[in-house]
């Protein structure tokens, strides 16, 4: 079913709401713009410091693209080894849980001791947060192929690779592109996160030191800016999610 | 072209010989003391009442698995591994869903050698191989479907030609019509003896079908559960080519009240223990 044109126009609406009711409440009840700055305020902010929150959000981005890129590359390698054998599932599976109930602030210390300040505890704390559900979702998908189809395979004589190539790679793209969707957004966390704590330039550092002196409408200016990367990056995946992976869900249809 | 097993000379293609398989240590044996030998070009189907071992029979005649007890011969030679040479399908199809019905088809070509190293280079004379095939099994113009945009008995159909277009000498068949309809059965059955009956391979057929069975094999064997025993090999003299007519006929009928007794009198003297 298509969703109708008010369907569709829904999302826009709701944040035309809410910054009415969000600038509404600032002045109805006078809110001093040091505690929450209404949506107008926020607006003049942004335009006033369009060149360093161009800047740093620059910073943001390439920052948590590079963890993001390294928390895919590790992700699909670690997903692939476990996914594709017993032996290392069970081996490998309890530590990586236990490394990802870890919270990942919590690494940020060690790695500026490590790295220092800056890019570098940044990259890492995105990287560090994002391959755990590429890792599960790879995992899952290779490991729940059907015996069935694996012995149709090695009854002709196919070798480990072959399975993997013909069978359980094709199977889990959609489980890996699921997860990009939820890898990116937590990437951008473990960015900002480092930043706040650990470094001079990025959108985190802009937040951190706009809120040292009191300029709360470029506080949330830098929200604003992370969130709509983020999101325009979620989107871009979701995309390619349907793009590389349609028949997985048009399959679902068809058999439900 | 009559086909009762005895006529065919030679050595067996498939040879058991005493093989038994538990699966773990502390299990008891899945199936024990089978000894049994297939002609090449012979049809046999297995049957008997579920969890008898008629599936862990195909995964040892296969070398999917390896017996612990009695040896296995396929073409002569011992069983020590996966044989590299088979057609398998099964209850579900198993087909892949982000590939056409014909590159469904095309898999085992991008896998068995010969055809492997030949695949890019010939690869529309194999997708014509492939269409010839799916065209006799009823799937013309199905080509480029998707398998969910196929019925269960067109998929269960494409899963055959899968099975078959690498020309294998072994067909195994665990159960591939036992989600169908009664008539789509009955329609894939005459297919597939039509496919046998040109192309002659050997076929291993598992079902809960006795009449399945009858129509379509040379030799029924009946097996008991707990432990899996071959209770009885049955041939079946039906003259071939056989039509859907001969299911009617009184010899047939007989048949199978004979092959049904026998499993009856499994579940009579197993169920009070
Ligand atoms: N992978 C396995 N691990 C352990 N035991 C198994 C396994 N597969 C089958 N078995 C056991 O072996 C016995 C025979 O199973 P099998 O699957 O061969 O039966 P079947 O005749 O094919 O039954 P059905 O007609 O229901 O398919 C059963 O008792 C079952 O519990
Ligand atoms: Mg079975």
């Known amino acids: ?256 | 072209m009559s086909a009762s097993p005895s006529a065919v000379v030679g050595q067996p293609f498939i040879d058991f010989d005493r093989v038994a398989l538990a699966y773990s240590p502390s299990s008891g044996n899945a199936i024990e003391d089978i000894s049994l030998t297939i002609h090449e070009g012979e049809f046999v189907a297995f049957v008997g009442p579920s969890g008898c071992g008629k599936s862990t029979f195909m995964k040892l005649c296969t070398g999917l698995k390896r017996p612990t007890a009695g040896t296995v011969h396929v073409d002569g030679q011992a069983v020590t591994g996966p044989l590299k040479i088979v057609g398998m399908a099964f209850q579900n199809a198993t087909l892949l869903p982000w590939r056409t019905t014909l590159h469904n088809v095309l898999l085992p070509l991008e896998i068995v050698q010969p055809y492997r190293s030949r695949f890019r280079r010939e690869k529309a004379a194999f997708a014509e191989r492939a269409r010839q095939l799916l065209a006799k099994v009823g799937l013309k113009g199905y080509e480029h479907k998707y398998p969910w945009e196929l019925s269960g008995g067109m998929q269960q159909r494409a899963s055959i030609c899968r099975a078959l277009v690498h020309q294998p000498r072994l067909l195994m068949l665990d159960e591939p019509f036992a989600a169908l309809d009664a008539f789509t059965r009955e329609e894939l059955w005459c297919m597939l003896r039509d496919i046998w009956a040109e192309q002659r391979f050997t076929v291993v057929l598992v079902t809960h079908d006795l009449r399945e069975a009858t129509f379509l094999a040379d030799t029924v064997y009946v097996m008991s559960t707990h432990p899996g025993r071959i209770l009885e090999q049955r041939s079946i003299e039906l003259p071939r080519p056989r039509d859907l007519e001969i299911t009617y006929t009184e010899e047939f009928i007989d048949l199978v009240h004979q092959l049904r007794a026998r499993i009856g009198r499994i579940r009579k003297t197993e169920t009070p223990q």
């Open chain 1, 1 to 256: 079913m298509k969703p109708t044109a008010l369907e569709r126009w829904a999302p826009w609406l709701a944040v035309v709401v809410l910054l009415v009711v969000w600038e509404a409440i600032c002045r109805g009840f006078q809110v001093s713009e040091f505690i929450f700055p209404a949506p107008t305020a926020i607006m003049q902010a942004m335009i006033q410091f369009a060149g360093p929150i161009r800047m740093h959000a620059w910073q943001t981005f390439w920052t948590t693209m590079i963890g993001f890129g390294l928390g895919v590359l590790v992700g699909l390698l670690l997903g692939l080894i476990i996914g594709s054998s017993r032996f290392m599932y069970r081996a490998c599976y309890p530590l990586l849980v236990g490394f990802n109930s870890i919270p990942k602030v919590a690494f940020v210390p060690v790695l500026v001791v490590w790295f220092g300040i800056g890019t570098v505890p940044a990259i890492l704390t995105a990287f560090l947060i994002c391959f755990f559900p590429i890792v599960v979702n790879v995992a899952t998908g290779l490991a729940t192929l059907e015996p069935e189809m694996e012995d149709v395979l090695r009854v002709l004589g196919a070798k480990r690779l072959d399975v993997l190539l013909k069978v359980g790679l094709p199977r889990s793209l959609p489980y890996f592109f699921a997860s990009l969707k939820v890898a990116i957004t937590l990437a951008f966390v473990g960015t900002v996160v480092s930043e706040t704590v650990a470094s001079n330039l990025g959108i985190g550092y802009l937040m951190m030191s706009a809120g040292a002196s009191m300029r709360m409408p470029l506080v949330f200016a830098g929200l604003i800016v992370i969130s709509v990367m983020a999101m325009a990056m979620y989107e871009l995946f979701a995309w390619l999610e349907r793009r590389m992976t349609g028949w997985a869900h048009r399959g679902q249809q068809g058999s439900a």
